[in-house]
């Protein structure tokens, strides 16, 4: 894959992740349309890891807030203003952590299957096709 080919790939990816279409499925599709040969998931994946880390960077606050709740638990109930706060906080990352789990089992038990998935540009289609129409 040539510097030019990642840089139309990363446009992709960074036009389509916070849209409600499937930005992984648009890379398959625009692989395909320009002709760029991709040997594994690599490159899908490296996409995918800059935009978990612009997300990290532009919620860091938030991020910290929340990590420094979970991580500082007080019961001193003498601040009413941030103790409920502090609770949503941490029920917050609990939820994260529990929704994170069917994806990566999901992940480990279909590897590849969808490996195959992202090698087919029509099983790609047909899928935007069906979110497009649900």
């Keep these: 894959m040539s510097p030019t080919d990642a840089v139309i790939l990363g446009i992709v990816q960074g036009l389509t992740e916070f ?7 648009h890379l398959v599709i625009a692989e395909r349309v320009l002709g760029i040969q ?4 690599s ?3 490296a996409v995918h890891v800059g935009t978990l880390a612009a997300v990290i960077v ?3 606050h938030r991020i910290a807030d ?3 709740a979970f ?3 007080s019961d001193s109930r003498s601040d009413r203003t941030s103790v409920p706060t502090r609770d949503i906080e941490r029920m917050m990352l609990v ?7 069917p994806a990566g089992v999901i992940g480990v038990l279909f590897k590849d299957r969808i490996e195959m998935a992202f090698a ?8 935007l096709m069906v979110t497009g129409l649900w």
């Design 19 to 25: 849209l409600p279409v499937s930005s992984s499925g």
């Design 38 to 41: 991709s040997a594994d998931l």
């Design 43 to 45: 490159f899908p994946i």
């Design 58 to 60: 532009y919620f860091r």
């Design 66 to 68: 929340i990590l420094k």
């Design 71 to 73: 991580i500082h638990r």
């Design 95 to 101: 939820f994260v952590l529990i929704a994170s789990i």
């Design 120 to 127: 087919a540009p029509f099983a790609a289609a047909l899928c």
